[in-house]
């Protein structure tokens, strides 16, 4: 089962707009980390976010950590069309099992 | 610039036959994670390995799947037999764990793996 569950499913915009991405989680996590997957590529990583952080910046990603609402949001800043792909949140647990669990993703185009 | 690699990057077979996923893990990492995607169920968890000790197979059918590390360089993910619901993409995630904490995991290019 997935932990995290992303929104929107698909998300269209122009380019130089900002885009925001949420995402949110059922269980107490160590930290939160968000990966890009181009079509047909791998997962990469992007940023993570530990739980007792906040906020976190890296470039035009921004990174927000709500654990009361146990919910994150990526934004990502003056779009490019080189930024479409799916976005996934992953959750890495607390205690117990140590894998991370991802979200469902979000499908970012980016019009140029 | 260090990455995972895997091996085939692409198999087709036919139902029944063996297939065997290879991943070679960034060197120095200690722990190796084996994912499944597909457009239903997303990306699924089937295996992870620290230090080379198979740690959770829980999401793996045990039936017909077989992970195993035979040396700290190689990671092996076998299906015999295989089904073609077992057509999807698998990838293969290393990372340095410390202590408790999981942190970033880097993933391979994906074996895509088609039966018919």
């Known amino acids: 089962s997935q932990q995290g569950e992303e929104d929107p499913q698909a998300l269209s915009i122009q380019e130089g707009e900002n885009a925001t991405m949420n995402c949110s989680y059922k269980t107490s996590i160590n930290n939160l980390q968000w990966y890009r997957q181009n079509s047909g590529r791998g997962l990469v990583h992007l940023i993570l976010i530990r739980s007792n952080e906040r906020e976190k910046h890296s470039g035009r990603l921004r990174v927000t950590l709500d654990t009361s609402k146990k919910s994150s949001s990526l934004l990502i800043t003056a779009s490019r069309a080189a930024d479409t792909a799916s976005y996934f949140c992953a959750t890495a647990m607390d205690t117990g099992r140590r894998a991370l669990t991802f979200g469902s993703g979000t499908r970012l185009q980016v019009q140029p | 610039d260090a990455r995972v690699t895997q091996t085939p990057r692409d198999k087709v077979t036919e139902m029944g036959q063996e297939v065997t996923m290879r991943c070679q893990p960034i060197l120095g990492h200690n722990t190796v994670f084996w994912y499944r995607q597909t457009m239903m169920q997303g990306l699924e968890l089937l295996a992870y390995?620290?230090?080379?000790?198979?740690?959770?197979d829980s999401g793996m059918p045990k039936d017909r799947f077989s992970a195993e590390m035979p040396d700290a360089t190689l990671a092996t993910l076998k299906i015999q037999p295989s089904e073609p619901r077992d057509s999807a993409v698998y990838f293969c995630?290393?990372?340095?764990?410390?202590?408790?904490?999981?942190?970033?995991?880097?993933f391979g290019p994906g074996t895509r793996l088609t039966v018919l």
């Open positions: 390995f620290r230090n080379r000790a198979p740690l959770d």
């Open positions: 995630a290393s990372g340095l764990v410390i202590g408790s904490s999981t942190d970033t995991q880097y």
